[in-house]
């Protein structure tokens, strides 16, 4: 669910209904300025050990693709 930021043109502070929404004591004197995002949340774990697991995956195969490369080219070079 989304977060608004609330501008009020006055000193006193924005008020919450009962429905959630934002109002100023004015009324009318609020402005929705922006929109923030929720993402404050810590990430699941599944997702954390799945994206850990594809890096550490390229990882190894770059290193065992340049450790073919380097046996082939001391193959060569040796004749």
């Known amino acids: 669910m989304p977060k608004y930021v609330l501008y009020c043109s006055q000193e006193a502070a924005p008020t919450v209904s009962v429905d959630g929404k934002l109002t100023c004591d004015g009324g009318t004197a609020a402005l929705q300025v922006g929109l923030l995002e929720t993402t404050l949340d810590a990430p699941e ?3 954390v050990a799945t ?3 594809a890096g550490f995956s390229l990882v190894l195969v ?3 693709v340049g450790k073919g490369v380097g046996a082939l080219l001391d193959m ?3 004749g």
């Open 45 to 47: 774990a599944s997702s």
């Open 51 to 53: 994206v850990w697991t």
């Open 62 to 64: 770059c290193y065992f």
């Open 76 to 78: 060569i070079r040796e």
